[in-house]
């Protein structure tokens, strides 16, 4: 299959990449990110099932279900999850308007077609098996256009699996939107924070485990004195740089993004009903969720 089977769109192409949107828009840090940090969270570079596991997670425990499909993956990034799609999946066509899209590990795949796009410009002529869009609509401006766009792309007995970042129960009042992301902006560059982090980042982890500890392990303290996003995924025995590089890379994530709306689990199913989505799986802790169009909506 081809680009033109699915879009309506009119492409240019570079280093193997259909572009529609050529301005990275409101996701220059994202590019940023993926450039230093392209392989940090894919499997086959570290050696865990990480990834993997978080999209059969996401999928509510039926990866399978990717078997012989035309997938969508919405904001792929450097492909952490583009890798398992292609292994399973029919066609894989992967979307993200950062320059990520460059750095996508499977980019060479025969299956796999890279858009670098905002996906809500994107004009369907073919529709899609699955469409799978993991970490990215809460970072978009109009986050309850983003979700509802994602139905526009799936085929009438198809399914939308995706996630949301869940809302802290202080919701605004939380340290990282009340003062930590406009402190840490004012100070440094997206540049010059990373520099920082990776002089630092040793110490910053160990001071933030020995709060951890004397605060009967209050994440939410710890966060609040260390503005640091450790990853804890510790079952799998990741090594100290790994660990150390992935810390980085969240963090940087959650100073710099440009637009951040966490939703709770509610406001999400709401919107869904209220657009006669039908809701198969609702896993309520992550705000993870798959859906599918009703019958009187086609």
């Not at 809460?138 to 996630?163: A, C, E, R, W």
Request: contains cysteine; proline residues 2%; aromatic residues 14%.
């Amino acid at each position: 299959m081809v680009i033109s089977n699915f879009f309506k769109n009119k492409f240019s192409e570079k280093e193997g990449v259909n572009i529609y949107d050529n301005d990275d828009k409101y996701t220059e840090n994202f590019s940023k990110q993926w450039r230093d940090f392209s392989l940090t969270q894919v499997d086959s570079f570290n050696k865990t099932n990480i990834s993997e596991d978080y999209l059969n997670e996401l999928m509510f425990n039926n990866i399978e279900n990717l078997h012989n499909k035309n997938v969508l993956e919405i904001g792929c990034g450097s492909g952490r999850f583009t890798e398992h799609i292609i292994k399973k999946a029919k066609m894989c066509v992967a979307v993200d308007l950062s320059k990520s899209i460059f750095y996508n590990v499977s980019k060479n795949s025969k299956n796999l077609i890279l858009i670098k796009s905002d996906f809500l410009n994107l004009e369907i002529k073919e529709k899609f098996d699955i469409v799978i869009c993991r970490g990215v609509l809460q970072h978009t401006p109009f986050p309850n256009n983003s979700i509802l766009k994602l139905f526009d792309f799936v085929k009438n007995d198809g399914m939308v699996y995706f996630d949301y970042y869940k809302k802290p129960k202080l919701g605004i009042l939380h340290p990282k939107y009340l003062f930590w992301r406009p402190i840490l902006r004012n100070i440094f560059n997206y540049n010059d924070f990373k520099i920082f982090l990776e002089k630092n980042i040793t110490k910053l982890i160990m001071f933030k485990n020995i709060i951890r500890k004397i605060t009967f392990n209050s994440n939410f303290i710890s966060d609040t004195i260390i503005p640091i996003w450790d990853f804890r995924e510790n079952k799998y025995n990741i090594s100290k740089k790994l660990f150390e590089n992935w810390t980085i890379l969240d963090t940087l994530d959650g100073i710099y993004a440009k637009f951040d709306y966490p939703k709770s689990n509610i406001e999400i199913i709401n919107l869904l009903k209220k657009n006669k989505i039908k809701i198969i799986n609702n896993n309520q802790n992550k705000n993870f969720i798959c859906g599918k169009l009703f019958e009187e909506n086609f």
